[in-house]
């Protein structure tokens, strides 16, 4: 679709006294940082047995029934991972109006979203390509797809051809632009020069920058994680111990193969922690006078996201010696946006995780709703 | 709790102007759905885990350590329970004209406030005249989450009434139960 056709499909959907600021066709795409981090492990978990069978030929009468029983496993989890996963075809229009956010999918059966601007949530993700992946978190106030069903607020996902970020700022100045008296602001640390250039960037005009702070540094385990732990090492030491049939004491690999399962299981929740005390270096958290800002630096790679403050429910989790962990909830933020393994824990980046005087910041988006 | 220490627990949290509707406290019932719900899961699992120990693995009195699995697993089951017990006793609710606040003290310590207007509730009575108010989207989907139970007004009086308070269905000024109208 080229960009004059897209703004002539974006067009056709206005409403009277609507106008169009800003259209775009999507690019041909598939946002990767949707895919559940589940993934690759199901790789491993699948290799493991096939390389055992193939190094023992004593364990491959036994092993068929599991190797087929993943590979089963394998396929529906494929089908699913593609249905589920954003890939824009390059046949949607995107247009932002001067109430809306138009999304129009042309193709056999044509579907047009239309979000209202005001109560928008963002989430940016840009890659290594500069070129980044935005999802909106808003009512389709074309009403619901089915006649009866409830129309609920949930995550749309876009492609814009050139810099997502451009297309950011021009929706935070279209929501946020009214200047807003700014509240008193607890105490706050100032994050590193780049995290807070990128903080500043998001800004509209008018609106302030009322608190600032990073998390706390470092790795930590919660108690799920530590649970997991055990449980994985202590069931495969079990398993290895009681040796059922006796299949791992005649074979060194079936017992290799085990052991590297549980290792592997183990490993990938040390990962997780490992890689959110790495994220945790490039976050940094913002109240504004009119939304909560998290802006994540990793490499080349960079997350923005914007929660309006409106209808937003929290939570408020205090920890030890003042510092505490405000959840945004309603949301789905802790729900990894598509694959079938949805990654359902909270990263730094979609939560105010282990900041000072917490109460006080809960306090502060309190106010801030009251007098945006 | 008292309903005296609720009140306290939650007009700390109001923020100024904010106006009370209703306040409460879950019922300490010594069996909730809760506990039938972790016996229907924890029995059969722990049946299954012998039969997998005697039948398929072929273990005679090796099959012990798998009866300790099976203990664990019905320890971590009614840890779960006593929890959810204990974090009963520690809470406290309350509906406002801009929020539903669920409020704990002590050790499971947390402040969960809920927008009004997104957080839609609904109602599952629970017997005895109670009822369990649940907010569709706000639960985090995480196992901690699960386990907890934390955002839903659970086994509380009058809920039906309190549900309709909540969804602006009901004027503001017949209040159900207890009636504060405390003023921040």
Known sequence: MTPQAAQATVERELRPGESLLWSAASRRSVDLSAVGPLWPSVLVLLAIPLAAMSLDPDLRARMVPAALFSAVAFAVVLYRTFDTMPV???????????????????????????????????????????????RLFGEDDSGPRRPGAEVRPRWFHISPPGEAEGLLRLLAEIQYSAPVTATGAPAHTVPERETHDTLSRQLA?????????????????????????????????????????????????????????GVYGACTVLCGALKDAAVRRGTAYAVTSRRVLIVGRRRSSQTVVSLDVEHLSLELLPTRRAIGTILFLGLGLAKGSSGPFRASRRTPLTQFEGIEDAAAVFRLIHQVRGTG | MTSLEADALITRELHAGERVLWTGVPAQRRITRGHLAAAAVLLPFGFLIAVLAVFICEMGWGALPFAAVVSLTLYIGATCIISTRAVARCTAYAVTDRRVLIVRRGRYACVTSLDRHSARPWLVPTGRGLGTISFRGVEGGTLSDSMHAWRRLSEIEDAARVFALITGTMDERSQPGSDKGVEQ
Do not use: F, K, N
């Open chain 1, 88 to 134: 824009s075809d390059g046949r949607t229009a995107y247009g932002v109006t001067t109430q809306r956010v138009l999304i129009v999918r042309e193709g056999r059966v044509r579907r047009v979203t239309g979000l209202r601007i005001g109560r928008l949530s963002t989430r940016l993700t840009v890659g290594r390509g500069g070129q980044g992946h935005i």
């Open chain 1, 205 to 261: 005009e008018g609106e302030a920058l009322l608190w600032t702070a990073v998390p706390l540094r470092g790795v930590r385990l919660g108690g799920v994680e530590i649970t997991m732990l055990v449980s994985m090492l202590g069931l495969t030491a079990l398993l290895v111990w009681l040796d059922p049939r006796g299949v791992l004491h005649r074979s060194l690999v079936a017992r290799m193969m085990v052991i590297a399962i």
